[in-house]
Structure formats: C-alpha cells, structure tokens
C-alpha cells in the first residue's frame, strides 16, 4: 500500500468543525468530522471508526477533499444510464414531433409515444421503450398539450395582416366612436351544447376499459359567450337557436358588462348572425371581424373547450331545460374564475390593449 495522502494546507480541524455544523446535509458533515481529526493529529484508521466506513473510502474522500474542497465532500446525482439517443437522432426527432405525422404515410393524424418508438426503429434501427421515449421527450422540452383549432383552407397571410393591423384597428376606434374613453377587448362566439355530447379522457386503473354514457337524442342549445381577458369579465346568453335576434339580445347583455367609462372592440367570426344588416349594435360596442376560417384567433373557442371538458361532457341530459341548467351552471363557474378567463384568453397580439 502507497503512502497516505496529505491533506490540503488552507484548512485545518476547527474550520471543518465550523463546516460540519453550518452544513445541513448529514453525510458531508460526518465526513468533514472526519477528516478534521486527521488534522488535529489522529491516525486514519481513527478517522475510518469515527466516519464508520474503510480506510479506502476514508482515502477517497481525502482525494475529493483536496481536489474540491469541501464541496467535494457532497454527494452528487448519479450519472445513469447513458440515452440510447445522439445529438443528430435527438434532432432529428425534434424536427418529427415539430412536423407532425403524415397521415398516408404514418397512418395516424397525431403522434403517440408508440408511433414515436415504431418512427425511431424505422430510421435508425433503435429499439426503445415507451417509458424511457417520454422522459426522452420531456427532457427536450416537449408536453402533451391542448391544440388550438385552425382551418384547413385557411390564409395564413390574412391572419398575419390581421395581427399587425390591430394596433391600428384599435388606434382608429380610439379616436372615433370612443373618443376620451377606455378600451375593453372583448371576444364572442356560440357553442352547441346537445344530447348527443361529448366523451371525453376519465381516471380509470390502468389497463382496465372505462366507459361513459353517450345520448344519441339530438335537443340542443346554443351559449352565446363573451369574454374580456384583460379584466376577467364574461357575458352570456343561453338561447335555443343562432341568429340575428339572438346575437342582438347577447349584444345587450355585453354592453351591460362593459364599464360605464369603457367602450368595447368585440372580435368575433364573420357568421351571418354576426354580420346582419339588421344587428343592432349598442352605442359603447365596435364589431371587429376576424378574417375568415382563423377559429385559433378567437380564445373562446378554448373557453368551449375547457367548459366542455371539465364540466359538460360525459352527461346525459333529460330535456332542453336541463341543457339550460347545466350551460348556465357552466358559465356561472367560469365567471367566479376570472383568473381562468384571463390564462385561457389572453393572446399576445392583443394583450397590451
């Protein structure tokens, strides 16, 4: 056996006794003891009963000690397992799930752990397991996260234009129809609520087949909602049927939640209802359209979902009346979260107004 290590001269025992009881992690302080008893003169066997441990580990952590001093003395997070994936495969897949599946090839419209292990085996002849894929995934950033719907035939250059052109859309209202007044953004759009509902993801034990009753009777009812992301306001109507009449009821029950110093921009879709001649548009409101098939532009259509999702699917509904019901209850819930109402709302093109 080689000689034994000296230990390093900047410190000595009664500062690795101060260490030990400053530190709170209890395996650092046990080896600090230790090895400040072999400053103060004791042998090494001494330092290994006092640590509880052999002379090699006492040896091992006097290299550690000398090299980092006594941070060396922590215990660091093992390495693990290297990843079955290099930088170009790690890229590689990135640009994959960035991309998205093509359906005719692939054979699925949106990918899943077990398409991404099938892809990954195609490519690079790597086998890996569904479990360590997601951790593999997550570490680079990716989450399984809600979509927002966007229109086949849609024109992305008039989505853009649009974006652009609010700050001066909202500069002109300024200016015209709410000269000397605050500006409100507001959002509207209607939803189908209906017996023949929705099923939608339910806890179950794993592996195990859950169901959940679905109606095929056809009674429906139509929320008209709006909200206001900035200050966390909603206004709604519950009616039984789309058109101009009831746009303009729903047009007075958001000028009544529009502040008394305040004028509204409401954007909404050009549906037939919502452009009529015949709407009847209250004084502290200015219609702003959105440009045809951009849904993704509109945040209620992800209120619609968060509402259906959490509380009006899997049910049956008895009648039109509980329709009504359960969509008012809905909606009450949403405005006693307003918190909810500006996460779900907020755009960054429309924020700062």
């Not at 359906?103 to 086998?127: M, T």
């Not at 997601?134 to 234009?161: N, T």
């Amino acid at each position: 056996m080689g000689s034994a290590i000296c230990l390093r001269s900047d410190f000595d025992g009664d500062g690795l006794r101060l260490l030990a009881r400053q530190t709170k992690d209890a395996r650092q302080a046990r080896r600090l003891l230790a090895l400040a008893s072999i400053y103060d003169g004791s042998s090494r066997a001494d330092a290994a009963r006092l640590g509880s441990v052999t002379l090699q580990i006492v040896r091992d952590w006097v290299v550690r000690f000398n090299a980092q001093g006594p941070d060396g003395l922590i215990n660091g997070k093992a390495p693990g397992k290297p990843s079955l994936l290099n930088d170009d495969q790690r890229a590689a897949l990135a640009q994959a799930i960035e991309c998205g599946p093509t359906p005719y090839l692939n054979g699925v419209v949106r990918w899943r752990l077990c398409d991404l292990a099938q892809w990954l085996w195609e490519e690079f002849r790597i086998s890996v397991s569904q479990q360590t894929l997601g951790r593999e995934v997550r570490s680079m950033g990716y989450r399984k996260l809600s979509a927002r719907p966007r229109h086949h035939a849609q024109d992305a250059d008039a989505v853009e234009a649009f974006k652009k052109g609010f700050p001066c859309a909202v500069a002109e209202v300024a200016g015209g129809p709410a000269k000397g007044k605050v500006i409100e953004i507001w959002f509207q759009d209607e939803a189908r609520i209906g017996q023949k509902n929705k099923i939608t993801r339910r806890w179950a034990k794993r592996g195990s087949r859950p169901s959940a009753p679905h109606d095929q009777r056809t009674r429906s009812a139509y929320i008209f909602g709006a909200i206001c992301p900035k200050h966390g306001k909603a206004a709604a109507l519950v009616m039984p049927w789309c058109d101009t009449h009831a746009m303009n009821q729903h047009l007075i029950e958001i000028s009544r939640n529009v502040a008394d110093d305040a004028h509204a921009i409401l954007i909404m879709d050009q549906a037939g209802w919502h452009m009529s001649n015949a709407l009847a548009v209250p004084e502290n409101i200015t219609i702003l359209p959105l440009p045809p098939k951009s849904p993704e532009l509109n945040p209620v259509e992800n209120i619609w979902q968060f509402m259906r999702e959490n509380w009006l699917s899997n049910r049956v509904f008895k009648s039109y009346e509980d329709i009504v019901d359960h969509c008012c209850d809905a909606w009450r819930k949403l405005q006693d979260r307003p918190w909810k109402i500006k996460t779900i709302g907020r755009r960054q093109w429309a924020h700062e107004f």
